[in-house]
């Protein structure tokens, strides 16, 4: 059964470092979303991405974050200057269209802490 | 008032329990709506989707009620394995995809 994937699974920074998150999405899906969760609280939505560009994002996705697919099957999550509110875990989701019921499949997640 | 609220639980209940979660959202433009299940440390995965005329997945109903912006999920004989976190969960499809609004989750444990 095809899957998101997501590496690592856990990224130890310092503080004020940039990080990489990582993710393939499903190979026939169009449209990546990120989200995070912070340890303890709900899933949160970052931003949403087709067609190469941001469709949209949250007020949590500042200038801090970038998103990028630089080539055919990944999609990445980037944070310039990291702080330590950012440790949490940060999942990809893909889905094939923007249907209202279509499903968007999650990867495993990458657990960010922050030093 | 929160985009998506629900009982945080912990809902404890013995094997074999008929179970029962709600929740309420406030935006009245979200477009559908689905129960996750979330295990600890884990993605969220989807459980069902939730449709006005209500739906049943084996031991699972769902129903809901957009005039009273209410959803509710119905768990018959738990089982063991039924253990998680229920994430309640709201989407509004944009130009780009959809965006799903969380709730916090409602934790159910399963017993002997």
């Known amino acids: 059964e095809p899957e998101v994937t997501q590496t690592p699974s856990h990224q130890v920074t310092q503080m004020g470092q940039e990080v990489i998150l990582r993710c393939v999405p499903i190979s026939n899906h169009l449209y990546f979303y990120w989200y995070r969760q912070i340890l303890g609280q709900k899933v949160e939505f970052l931003v949403s991405f087709y067609n190469n560009e941001i469709s949209e994002k949250s007020e949590i996705f500042d200038d801090q974050f970038s998103v990028e697919r630089p080539d055919g099957s990944n999609f990445t999550l980037k944070i310039r200057s990291t702080k330590l509110e950012d440790s949490a875990m940060y999942f990809c989701?893909?889905?094939?269209?923007?249907?209202?019921?279509?499903?968007?499949?999650f990867g495993p997640g990458t657990r960010l802490t922050v030093l | 008032r929160k985009e998506v609220e629900q009982d945080p639980g912990p809902f404890n209940v013995p094997e074999g329990a008929t179970v029962a979660f709600n929740c309420t959202y406030s935006?009245?433009?979200?477009?559908?709506f689905f129960w996750y299940r979330q295990d600890c440390r884990k993605e969220p995965k989807l459980l069902m989707s939730v449709y006005s005329s209500g739906n049943e997945d084996g031991r699972f109903t769902a129903q809901l009620n957009r005039a009273s912006q209410y959803i509710s999920l119905l768990i018959r004989d738990s089982k063991l394995s039924d253990s998680a976190t229920y994430l309640c969960?709201?989407?509004?499809?944009?130009?780009?995809?959809?965006?799903?609004?969380f709730g916090t989750g409602t934790q159910l444990k399963v017993e002997l």
């Open positions: 935006n009245s433009a979200s477009q559908s």
């Open positions: 989701a893909s889905s094939e269209t923007r249907a209202a019921y279509n499903e968007q499949f």
């Open positions: 969960v709201v989407n509004k499809v944009t130009g780009g995809g959809n965006k799903l609004t």
